[in-house]
């Protein structure tokens, strides 16, 4: 298992330099008045949780906060296991729970438990060390366009009929987290069947994207009817699109959860300022800027939700599967899609 695990290390690496993926990662030297931090896109972007948080600390601490965009989560632990001699980033936001033993066996973390941690719900807690300190949590759906003129599909196995031929939207599980949950939803689901169900599923498949994002991108607009993302989705188009068009289908089969986490880099720069920059994220500050930025629910249950999560569905049944099969998993799906 550990030499399944680290080929997908490697394979991270090795697409995200093939595709470039990378290239806008830039190193940016540490000072004892600077954290560094790598994220990914929706995170760092202006219309993200990544400004407003940098405001909050900088405004907290007097410590400034660069952020720097690394595409999706599983380029940010690229990244990170590339300066793994020399890193450039303080902290690494975004790792999930998929990815959690495939950032441990990088070795670019240490473990930093937060005197904060209390904040975070028992079942949400990534690991017993504290390598990664959950900040959020949404459920993985497929998020459908009720403009179509194809039906909502009632299942996963739905999904592979004739009428769904090219019109689901999905992402590269090598960089993309989304892109991993749903293959993490199909071996949940299906056991040692996943292989079968992905044959099935290969015509739906209009093309993997490389990250949420672009993915995301393509799905509103009009490239497809369907796209993986999270049951939260809708409260987004609800709060600023004010449209009901786009709905999170539930499946009876249930739902992967994504558990998402930041952590102290290993042998970095500023080690005390990434430590509180943990204990910040745990903060009511931090965590009340999440729901409307992040689009993902924040591990503080005290956080009162925007009117908008109206319009995102709970899952009826979580689906759990251990990250190291899903790592195992990747190479066999994306082997039979390009059969």
């Not at 495939?102 to 028992?122: K, Q, T």
């Not at 009929?161 to 199909?186: C, H, K």
């Not at 005290?302 to 195992?328: D, I």
Request: charged fraction near 20%.
């Amino acid at each position: 298992m550990k030499t399944r695990l680290a080929s997908f290390v490697f394979c991270f690496v090795s697409v995200a330099l093939a595709t470039g993926a990378l290239a806008g990662c830039s190193r940016a030297g540490s000072r004892p008045d600077e954290l560094v931090v790598y994220a990914y896109d929706s995170f760092t972007a202006e219309w993200g949780p990544g400004p407003e948080l940098s405001r909050l600390f900088a405004e907290k601490t007097g410590v400034k906060v660069t952020m720097i965009s690394c595409g999706d989560a599983a380029q940010v632990l690229s990244r990170a296991v590339l300066e793994k001699r020399r890193p450039g980033a303080d902290v690494l936001v975004g790792i999930d729970n998929n990815l959690v033993d495939a950032a441990r066996l990088s070795g670019v973390l240490e473990p930093y438990r937060s005197p904060a941690h209390a904040v975070v719900p028992g079942d949400l807690a990534l690991d017993e060390d504290w390598l990664l300190t959950p900040y959020d949590w949404g459920y993985f759906a497929l998020i459908y366009d009720s403009a179509s003129s194809v039906p909502p599909p009632e299942s996963l196995e739905a999904l592979t009929r004739p009428e769904y031929a090219r019109r689901l939207i999905l992402m590269d599980p090598r960089t993309s987290t989304p892109g991993l949950g749903f293959v993490a939803w199909t071996v949940a689901a299906y056991g040692d069947g996943y292989l079968s169900y992905w044959e099935r599923l290969k015509p739906s498949v209009l093309t993997l994207a490389p990250g949420w994002d672009s993915g995301y991108g393509l799905f509103t607009s009009g490239e497809a009817p369907l796209v993986i993302s999270y049951t939260t989705s809708p409260a987004y188009h609800a709060e600023y699109d004010k449209t009901d068009r786009y709905k999170a289908l539930i499946f009876p089969e249930g739902h992967p959860r994504q558990i998402e986490g930041l952590g102290v880099v290993k042998g970095c720069a500023n080690r005390a300022a990434a430590r509180a920059f943990v204990d910040f994220m745990l903060t009511d500050d931090a965590q009340y800027v999440l729901p409307l930025t992040q689009w993902m629910y924040p591990v503080s249950e005290t956080v009162v939700l925007p009117e908008s999560y109206a319009a995102a569905p709970r899952a009826g049944k979580t689906l759990e599967v251990p990250p190291a099969r899903v790592v195992s998993a990747v190479n066999a799906v994306l082997d039979a899609l390009s059969k």
